[in-house]
């Protein structure tokens, strides 16, 4: 039986059962850290001298085929607009504010094909250059696409093995579920996450390549390489009972066996699943957040400078407008708007081991973005440049502890981009800090990452900085990535 062919929306979606990844991906690991990271990032500068991307500033009252208004859309009404958002909010630090919003309601496909090819499971990869990217081009899913782009809104040519997903089969189907993406920056926002088993003897076109998940878990230690919609799709992957963990938990290093024990979840943690969910719904029900869309025009403390939309304090984000040529794009050339974080943000799980198995610690946070307001977020999520600019702002809880902690108490510590289709050169630093003798606080709480990872089943529980940084977990317990100094 084939699924429907329709992409739109379903509230909540599935990953297929406690199937797992098929044990024969314990084959993975025999690929070392080092040279699959440098296979894979020979292979990605290989591709940036073949296809070539140019992206240059422009004005946003110039954009070709976009108009600037009250909101700036695309001539068709299709992609995206930049509207205003109006925040109200009882009970937060800041009880009123107003800024850009990207609204995106379509529904996105984010999806990786899977395949035994040469008896080791393998995930099929693409080489893809965005306009927002620092570097050129990133490790990608096979499929990352609008709903716009796989309609051919603008145009251009077909994607590349869309209809394995449009058509998956459901039993070949391993993981199907909405996602959210940024609620800072993106209005209720969401994409289908995908992973979907294929025969190997498919064709492999030029841009792509059959990656073991031990050389994608090496390529998340070096900065830049993984791009965020591969990290969120990768996190969705039913971890646990896969195999992967087969053998790992005879490890003498403390860190590592607690880790393979909460990932395996056969070790409880210290909240049951169904106290972090009622501690979910309550904070849901108790959030008292008013998000409501206004006109870009005249938004308070936002101003029109050198062609693009600038924030007073010179804190938070711009919304630029770019040009852009490109080799081996479904379109050739386009202009578009683009967010561009002022700093680097900071992504953080602190960790402590409880009872002999690590916990990770999550914050209940609210965004303006969200679907359902509140998700579980990483312990710190922030960008620290803006207490800087804003002293009068304060500062969120635990960014003390990163910022003085010991460096040798950093499990994983690299930058990362963000999805550089609508962000343009914004980058995080992705931290998990081991910890001792930290104790919650409201709205904080202490999980297995197993946990955590099985709330992925589900639509919008766990915000995608969390999601980015799951994957990170997974490769410091397999031996894979290495902590960055």
């Known amino acids: 039986m084939s699924r429907p062919s329709t992409l739109d929306g379903r509230s909540d979606s599935l990953v297929s059962g406690d199937r797992g990844l098929p044990a024969i991906l314990v084959g993975s690991a025999t690929t070392s850290a080092p040279a699959g990271a440098e296979a894979l990032r020979h292979w990605l500068a290989e591709r940036d001298r073949d296809s070539t991307m140019t992206v240059s500033r422009a004005d946003l009252a110039d954009l070709r085929d976009w108009h600037d208004e009250q909101v700036i859309r695309h001539r068709t009404g299709r992609f995206f607009t930049v509207e205003g958002l109006d925040v109200r909010v009882e009970g937060g630090g800041v009880g009123h504010w107003r800024q850009p ?122 900065e830049d390489l993984v791009n965020m919609d591969a990290r969120t799709v990768l996190s969705c992957l039913p971890f646990h009972g896969s195999g992967l963990l087969h053998g790992l938990d005879g490890f003498a290093d403390d860190f590592t066996g607690a880790l393979v024990r909460s990932l395996a979840g056969t070790h409880g943690g210290v909240h049951h699943l169904g106290e972090i ?84 610690l999550v914050q209940l946070r609210r965004e303006p973005g969200f679907l359902d307001t509140v998700e579980l977020a990483p312990t710190v999520q922030c960008t620290p440049s803006t207490y800087e600019r804003l002293p009068e702002l304060a500062k969120p809880p635990f960014l003390d502890v990163v910022s003085g902690a010991d460096p040798s108490a950093f499990r994983f510590d690299t930058v990362m981009s963000e999805e550089g289709g609508r962000f343009h050169h914004t980058r995080t630093r992705y931290v998990v800090l081991e910890v001792d003798d930290v104790l919650e606080r409201p709205g904080f709480h202490w999980m297995t990452v197993d946990q955590l990872t099985s709330l992925l089943r589900h639509s919008h529980y766990v915000d995608v900085q969390a999601r980015s940084l799951l994957p990170c977990l997974q490769a410091l317990a397999c031996g894979r990535a290495a902590r960055t100094a």
Not at 111 to 122: F, H, K, M, N, S
Not at 175 to 188: A, P
Not at 206 to 219: D, K, N, Q, S, Y
Not at 294 to 316: C, K, M, N, Q, Y
């Open 277 to 360: 969910l009622g501690a979910v719904t309550a904070a849901r029900a108790e959030a008292a957040i008013k998000a409501e869309r206004v006109p870009l025009a005249g938004l308070p403390a936002w101003h029109r400078r050198d062609g693009a939309i600038t924030h007073e304090s010179g804190a938070f984000f711009d919304v630029i407008g770019v040009d852009v040529k490109a080799d081996g794009r479904e379109v050739g050339e386009w202009s578009q708007p683009m967010f561009a974080a002022r700093g680097v943000g900071l992504v953080c799980f602190l960790v402590t081991v409880l009872d002999g198995v690590l916990h990770v």
């Open 101 to 222: 919003i990207i609204c995106q309601f379509e529904i996105g496909v984010l999806g990786i094909l899977a395949a035994c090819v040469d008896g080791v499971q393998r995930f099929l990869m693409q080489a893809k250059a965005e306009p927002g990217n620092p570097r050129g081009h990133q490790l990608s899913p096979t499929v990352q696409a609008t709903r716009s782009n796989f309609t051919r809104a603008h145009g251009g040519r077909s994607v590349p093995y869309l209809r394995y997903f449009v058509d998956a089969e459901v039993d070949r189907v391993l993981v199907d579920v909405l996602q959210s993406e940024q609620g800072s920056w993106f209005l209720r926002k969401r994409n289908r996450n995908m992973v979907v088993e294929v025969d190997p003897g498919i064709e492999v076109l030029e841009g792509f390549r059959w990656c073991t998940l031990a050389e994608i878990h090496a390529a998340l230690a070096v």
